[in-house]
């Protein structure tokens, strides 16, 4: 029985981390883009990239959240060495309601032709500024969005180091090393290009990886 726990908590997780991979990659090839147009063009980019940002964390994460809650708590059943990722994964969860509850209230907030009393902190443009070697986010977060980033960060971060836990007890060392790539990746999201690349190819060789458990677990 425990063994079945496991093997659909990775299931769980490997979902999640499809999504995660796909549309991090989507993003990055978007900031790449960038570069190669005129400013004004690279601006107007920004406002695109700004609704691509919303409409990739609110409709597919809703997947990530449910898979990524699900699968963390299928392992912690299975060994309470995970429980720190089940954590981090309520973190994240948290973090996901935050974001779509200050959103609902923005929507709400226009509709009523902004009469909702207090006003809401609102979300400064995306400024996209680039010089040869980077592509920087200057992002100015309403307080609700700053808390939602750093909670987001924190349970990705304790997620990860889980799931490098998980290849090490299972002696994988390609998940480990794929863990601490998207947690490197996670650490440097001020620099998209650069930390979306990373948590791109993290999460994607996660995705692959983790079925090597169930190759571990076929031998013993």
């Known amino acids: ?41 690279a601006y107007i980019f920004t406002v695109v990239i700004s609704y691509f940002l919303l409409i990739s964390t609110v409709i597919p994460y809703v997947l990530v959240v449910i898979f ?11 060994s309470r060495r995970y429980f720190i990722g089940f954590v981090g994964s309520l973190i994240i969860t948290t973090s996901y309601f935050m974001n779509i ?9 226009e509709l009523v032709g902004n009469a909702l009393i207090p006003k809401p902190l609102m979300l400064e443009p995306l400024i996209l500024t680039y010089n040869k070697y980077f592509i920087v986010f200057s992002l100015y977060l309403p307080l609700p969005l700053f808390i939602s980033l750093v909670l987001g ?34 650490l440097m999201i001020e620099t998209p290009l650069i930390g979306g690349l990373l948590i791109s190819i993290g999460t994607a060789l996660l995705t692959l990886d983790l079925g090597r458990v169930f190759n571990e677990l076929g031998n013993r």
């Open 68 to 78: 990524w809650l699900l699968g963390f708590r299928d392992l912690v059943h299975y």
């Open 153 to 186: 960060v924190l349970g990705s971060i304790l997620s990860m180091m889980t799931l490098y836990r998980l290849g090490n007890d299972f002696n994988i060392k390609r998940i480990k090393i794929d863990s601490l790539i998207a947690i490197i990746g996670i």
């Open 101 to 109: 509850l200050y959103m609902g209230y923005l929507m709400v907030n």
């Open 1 to 41: 029985m425990s063994i079945d726990l496991l093997e659909r908590g990775i299931d769980y997780i490997r979902w999640s981390l499809l999504i995660i991979s796909a549309d991090a990659i989507i993003l990055t090839i978007l900031l790449l883009l960038s570069l190669l147009i005129t400013p004004m063009a």
